[in-house]
């Protein structure tokens, strides 16, 4: 709010509040979330090199690596999921940080996840042919066993 003296007063998500505050030492944060979106682009390329990296040089899949952030395994990956998953790759982020990077990855109609398509997206990672057959093969061979396993076979 607008002070008479021209300064402001602040409440702050979290609670805190501060009285009097200088228009000049209030920083404009576009849309509030104190993000630098040039170090979210940063994040998001050092992402898509130790993805890359781990499938170049460990053999995994895309699949695979989205499993790493995938926790509870049900295909979308949540901010908790995507905070806890960049940490165990060194990459420490705010949870100011995670949202921006998440926004970065939403192309789907679920919002507040990430699906694996716009996981490798957003990550811009070429897809061989052989990729996307070996997934498709796995969708098939699991669905099998499942409907096998409901049929009692």
């Keep these: ?9 602040i409440d702050y998500d979290d609670g805190e509040k501060e009285r009097g505050v200088r228009a000049e030492l209030i920083k404009s944060l576009g849309g509030g979330s104190g993000v630098d979106e040039d170090d979210i682009d940063e994040v998001l390329k050092r992402l898509k090199q130790q993805v890359i990296r781990a499938v170049e040089d460990k053999g995994l899949d895309f699949i695979e690596c989205f499993e790493h952030f995938d926790e509870n395994g049900d295909g979308a990956l949540d901010e908790r999921e995507l905070q806890d998953g960049m940490r165990k790759l060194g990459i420490d982020l705010t949870r100011n940080e995670t949202r921006s990077l998440m926004d970065r990855f939403q192309h789907s109609s679920r919002r507040g996840v990430i699906m ?4 490798v997206k957003a990550l811009k990672i070429p897809r061989r042919e052989e990729d996307t057959s070996s997934v498709e093969r796995e969708l098939r061979d699991e669905l099998q066993r499942l409907s096998e396993t409901r049929s009692g076979r």
């Design 1 to 9: 709010s607008d002070n008479r003296d021209g300064t402001y007063d």
């Design 116 to 119: 694996y398509r716009d996981f």
